[in-house]
């Protein structure tokens, strides 16, 4: 079978799974810290972090999440998950593990909040976790903002990915990446693989702005990008303008 054949039939037969809208519950499920520490927020959610969402429905924090050192805040295990902050931060204190772990589940959202501050990923979502959105999050200070390869059809929306140290958004094929400011990570800005990149704002990131295949980008503003790349490099590689961008000093 063809590996889009193959996808879309795992997508159907995930669909089946939960028929005449059984995907989330009745009431949003809340997660607090007092809550995290006691364990029993899902089925197999074992005492202190991560915090494991092992079933499909809503999840809203109640509180800041700060997990202790080597732990993981929230891991989703489940698919059909999503994952309201509610304005609140999951702090990582430089000592943490992974922030959001998503372990190949698909068709999840997280926003609203902040993950800041974990030695790995803010978010990483694993083969084959596909179709997640990310919207209105704040990502700042962990190793990459968000990394998400070699998933499939992400939605990037509308973020603040921020003084990572390695990449600020990267995804897969047919990855939508919009409205996002990804600026000051220590290496790509946007990476992504195939897919859209519109009207995001990419400043002095330390390898490509944006980088791509097979990727349409337009109405962006790239400024300083490649610090670390020869003088003169080009801020952005593998991509095709759809409309006019802005980039300065060096061309696009």
């Known amino acids: 079978m063809p590996a889009r054949a193959s996808v879309a039939a795992a997508f159907l037969s995930a669909f089946a799974l939960f028929p005449h809208g059984s995907v989330a519950a009745d009431s949003p499920i809340v997660i607090t810290q007092t809550k995290a520490a006691a364990g029993g927020v899902t089925p197999g959610d074992t005492a202190g972090f991560p915090v494991t969402i092992s079933q499909p429905g809503s999840y809203v924090l109640g509180s800041h999440l700060l997990p202790p050192s080597n732990k993981n805040g929230i891991l989703v295990t489940a698919d059909f998950v999503d994952i309201d902050m509610n304005g609140f931060r999951l702090y990582g204190g430089n000592v943490a593990g992974y922030g959001v772990y998503v372990q190949g589940k698909s068709f ?22 596909n ?79 944006i980088l791509g295949a097979n990727t349409g980008f337009g109405n962006n503003t790239l400024v300083g990008n490649r610090a670390n790349g020869p003088a003169g490099a080009p801020q952005v590689s593998g991509v095709v303008a759809l409309h006019p961008n802005i980039c300065l000093p060096t061309p696009c």
């Open 108 to 129: 999840g959202k997280i926003h609203d909040g902040t993950i800041a501050n974990f030695k790995y990923d803010g978010i990483r979502i694993l083969s084959p976790g």
């Open 131 to 209: 179709a997640w959105t990310v919207e209105k999050m704040q990502i700042v200070r962990n190793s990459s903002g968000i990394y998400a390869d070699p998933s499939l059809y992400m939605r990037i929306l509308s973020n603040s990915v921020l003084l990572n140290f390695n990449h600020g958004i990267y995804c897969g094929n047919s990855c939508h990446v919009e409205g996002n400011t990804s600026s000051d990570n220590g290496h790509i800005g946007i990476r992504a693989l195939t897919g859209t990149v519109l009207g995001n704002t990419v400043y002095s990131n330390g390898f490509f702005g």
